[in-house]
């Protein structure tokens, strides 16, 4: 099965830094990559994933950037403001009837 | 209108006892899951579910069962709860198994 690591497992950026969490899998056959962001109380919410035949991909202040031959992706956010605080998930995914499988997830603190 | 809504969202209860989460979602996706995440924000994988197929995570207790009355619906039942099934439990959704997740709100469940 999938083997998936994230890093850091905690980020603290100063309001308006950039912020940028790696998510490393073992799966060469993984296909699909996502990340979700989890805010207190709430369940974990898609903000934004890629697909294996595109290597990089922004939604305003978001960007994912995929390297399959090395088998990372990465969420990039710039210009942080606290509501960005939570804990954020990757769970690279294959194209088998497989569910996500999380990373153990980053939690950022954006100070203001 | 909640996509996915899960009731109830607190659950107390004593050891021994049987219980059931329910989860429903109008979005008309074709799968549905459910996951167990710990104090230590950890997700894992219970149950996955289309009209097709049933994938059981093979380290969950025969304790717990999904029960599925309709495409809409995926409740989860726990017979003889114990100590250690305290933890929040979350529904999700998909299109199809490669597609973004919908989460409900969660379910804390607590054992005492």
């Known amino acids: 099965g999938e083997n998936v690591e994230q890093h850091p497992s905690t980020l603290s950026v100063q309001e308006g830094d950039s912020a940028v969490i790696k998510c490393t899998y073992s799966?060469?056959?993984?296909?699909?990559f996502p990340w979700y962001k989890q805010e207190l109380g709430k369940g974990p919410q898609l903000i934004i994933d890629?697909?294996?035949?595109?290597g990089e991909k922004k939604d305003q202040r978001i960007a994912v950037t995929l390297n399959k031959t090395a088998k990372h992706f990465s969420l990039h956010i710039t210009e942080t403001q606290p509501e960005d605080s939570a804990v954020y998930f990757c769970?690279?995914?294959?194209?088998?009837?497989?569910?996500?499988?999380f990373g153990k997830g980053t939690r950022l603190s954006v100070i203001a | 209108d909640t996509a996915v809504s899960q009731t109830p969202k607190y659950l107390v209860t004593q050891m021994g006892n049987d219980k059931s989460i329910k989860c429903e979602q109008n979005?008309?996706?074709?799968?549905m899951y459910w996951y167990k995440q710990d104090s230590k924000k950890f997700l894992k994988i219970m149950f996955s579910?289309?009209?097709?197929?049933?994938?059981i995570n093979e380290t969950v207790p025969n304790r717990f069962s999904p029960k599925s009355p309709d495409k809409a619906h995926l409740n989860l039942h726990i017979n003889s709860l114990e100590l250690g099934d305290s933890a929040v439990y979350f529904c999700?959704?998909?299109?199809?198994?490669?597609?973004?997740?919908?989460f409900g709100s969660g379910t804390r469940l607590t054992v005492v």
């Open positions: 579910y289309n009209n097709k197929e049933l994938i």
């Open positions: 999700a959704s998909s299109l199809d198994w490669n597609y973004g997740y919908t």
């Open positions: 799966d060469s056959a993984s296909n699909y």
């Open positions: 890629i697909r294996s035949n595109v």
């Open positions: 979005l008309g996706h074709d799968t």
């Open positions: 769970a690279p995914l294959n194209s088998g009837n497989t569910p996500l499988v």
